[in-house]
C-alpha cells in the first residue's frame, strides 16, 4: 500500500502563499502521476493540479497563473505553491497518486487524508 501524507496547510491573509507537500512511501513502487485535489464546502472535489513522471502540467483554470505544481521524483514528492490566495481557494486539499508496482501493469489510485487550507481576513 503506498501512503500519502499532506502537509503545509494552514490559515492565511487574501492574497497570501502557503506551499502543500505530499509525501508518498510504501513499497517499490512506479509513480506515474501525482496532483492536488480540493473540496470546499457544500462544492464538489476537484482537480487543482496534476504533474506527470515526465513534468508534464496541467492546471484547473481558477487557479492558472497563481499556483504551480512541482516535483522531486527521487524523494516521491509532490508540491503546490499557492499564491495571490483567495477567499474561494478554501478547501481541504488531497493529494493523490497514480502508480504501480515495479513489474506489474496495473495502475492504481491512492489518496492522502487530506490538509485544510482556509484563506480569510
Known amino acids: 500500500q503506498v501512503q500519502l501524507v499532506e502537509s503545509g496547510g494552514g490559515l492565511v491573509q487574501p492574497g497570501g502563499s502557503l506551499r502543500l507537500s505530499c509525501v508518498a512511501s510504501g513499497s517499490m513502487f512506479s509513480i506515474y502521476a501525482m496532483g492536488w485535489y480540493r473540496q470546499a464546502p457544500g462544492k464538489q472535489r476537484e482537480l487543482v493540479a496534476i504533474i506527470t513522471r515526465g513534468r508534464i502540467t496541467n492546471y484547473a483554470d481558477s487557479v492558472q497563473g497563481r499556483f504551480t505544481i512541482s516535483s522531486d521524483n527521487g524523494k516521491n514528492t509532490v508540491y503546490l505553491q499557492m499564491n495571490s490566495l483567495k477567499p474561494e481557494d478554501t478547501a481541504v486539499y488531497y493529494c493523490?497518486?497514480?502508480?504501480?508496482?515495479?513489474?506489474?501493469?496495473?495502475?492504481?489510485?491512492?489518496w492522502g487524508q487530506g490538509t485544510q487550507v482556509t484563506v480569510s481576513s
Open positions: 493523490n497518486v497514480v502508480a504501480s508496482r515495479f513489474g506489474l501493469p496495473a495502475q492504481r489510485e491512492y
